[in-house]
């Protein structure tokens, strides 16, 4: 694992090098992402089919064998053992209860003309989320996603889930009915991203897409953009974990803390920044030790080998200034007052406040959502949310006296812009 000195004149390189990853810039990439589109558009189900078992190894003869019926996902639930339901529902009741605080509503004033101005919010009609499945199977992303598609009042939503080899964890289906997916296919890759954009016989063609995918979803994402609604292009996952190296840090756990996104794929990042060379060197050692035993270590190894880096700052003014300019997915503050410095923090997807807060309990439990802003977009965009489910209309409705209040300097202004048609549209409503 690479160690980065805040005092080495090359440091800003060094983090600029570490920070560099494409996800979905590669011409072969396009190339080929591109040319599923194009098949998917011209033959909808039948080349699902065919993309699906040659990149899935599905088993299915016919598209109707990729359709998971709703019986399936009760079955799936009720079979669910008791502490597994129940740890899925109290997740499920915490998300829900934290996505309905973002819930807008719609709104108007009257103006001194006696115009009436305002935004009507209406939610999607029809949205497709992704989850992944393979290596990454993971329920917890489907209540990430569907829920805050709920709380906004989306009609009807759609799930794409690739199952290799036909196998497909069955929490993820008990997840499905639990947060009231209406439909489910067994698809995945850029040929589900394009039934979900254009349509297919059986695929209805959805407003939105979002949640997380392998390189070929984010590309495909990115090539529909326009055609549907995208929630981001996420990169590989990422945390950044800032102690200081008093008593009270535990080094075992701040280790823990950095390969739990490690163990994700063999491209996450996990960035440890500190002002204590020894806490560096004990966290280093932790980290060493952890992987030795843990189930996942080759895929961890790879990515702290490859993307991972222990970072020694000066002070916490100057670990502050990493921080933003990292602007990490997941970031932990693990330190006594992180209160005292989350002024400070500008760009972060998730920020998770104190030693008790490790961000495995954000990928499940805690409420807020887990879709987050990878590779440094949380600069500009944020978690995914209630408000990615929904759309804003501006009301606009003058009155008599208020349009002619108006009208003149909509005129002024139409002149001005050389467009006599919006000029006389306004002047007729001052006759």
Request: glycine letters at 8%.
């Amino acid at each position: 694992m690479r160690i980065l000195n805040s005092q080495n004149p090359r440091f800003n390189k060094d983090l600029s090098d570490l920070l560099a990853f494409e996800t979905v810039n590669d011409p072969q990439l396009l190339s080929t992402v591109d040319d599923i589109i194009a098949k998917v558009r011209q033959g909808g189900d039948d080349v699902i089919l065919a993309l699906t078992q040659k990149f899935d190894n599905h088993p299915a003869k016919t598209f109707d064998a990729l359709i998971i019926s709703q019986d399936k996902l009760k079955t799936a639930f009720d079979n669910l053992n008791d502490d597994v339901k129940t740890a899925l529902q109290l997740s499920a009741n915490r998300i829900k209860s934290f996505h309905k605080k973002q819930l807008q509503q719609s709104w108007t004033y009257t103006d001194d003309l006696g115009n009436t101005l305002g935004q009507k919010v209406t939610p999607l009609d029809k949205v497709g989320i992704y989850v992944p499945g393979g290596l990454a199977s993971y329920p917890s992303s489907v209540l990430m996603n569907a829920i805050p598609a709920k709380v906004a009042g989306v009609g009807e939503i759609i799930m794409v889930v690739p199952a290799p080899n036909g196998e497909l964890n069955p929490l993820v289906l008990a997840a499905s009915y639990l947060a009231g997916v209406d439909k489910v296919f067994t698809i995945g890759g850029a040929q589900a991203v394009a039934g979900l954009a254009y349509g297919t016989q059986n695929i209805p063609k959805v407003d939105k897409i979002t949640g997380p995918g392998n390189k070929y979803v984010a590309c495909a994402k990115r090539a529909v953009f326009g055609q549907v609604g995208i929630d981001m292009i996420a990169g590989p996952s990422e945390v950044l974990v800032y102690a200081e190296g008093v008593a009270s840090d535990r080094a075992d756990w701040l280790a823990m803390d950095l390969l739990s996104q490690a163990e994700h794929d063999t491209v996450a990042q996990a960035i440890f920044v500190t002002t204590s060379e020894t806490l560096l060197k004990d966290v280093k050692q932790e980290i060493e030790k952890a992987l030795q035993y843990l189930p996942k270590a080759d895929i961890a190894k790879t990515a702290i080998a490859n993307r991972g880096a222990l970072i020694l700052v000066k002070d916490r003014q100057q670990g502050v200034d990493v921080i933003n300019q990292i602007a990490p997915e997941h970031l932990e503050l693990s330190v006594n007052d992180p209160e005292n410095m989350l002024d400070n923090i500008r760009h972060a997807g998730a920020i998770f406040m104190g030693r008790y807060t490790p961000e495995a309990i954000g990928d499940y439990c805690a409420g807020p959502n887990h879709v987050l802003p990878t590779s440094g977009t949380a600069r500009f965009s944020s978690p995914l949310g209630v408000y990615d489910f929904q759309k804003k209309s501006s009301i606009i409705h003058c009155s008599e006296q208020g349009s002619q209040g108006l009208a003149k300097t909509a005129g002024i202004l139409a002149i001005e812009e050389n467009l006599e048609a919006h000029a006389l549209s306004a002047k007729y409503r001052l006759q």
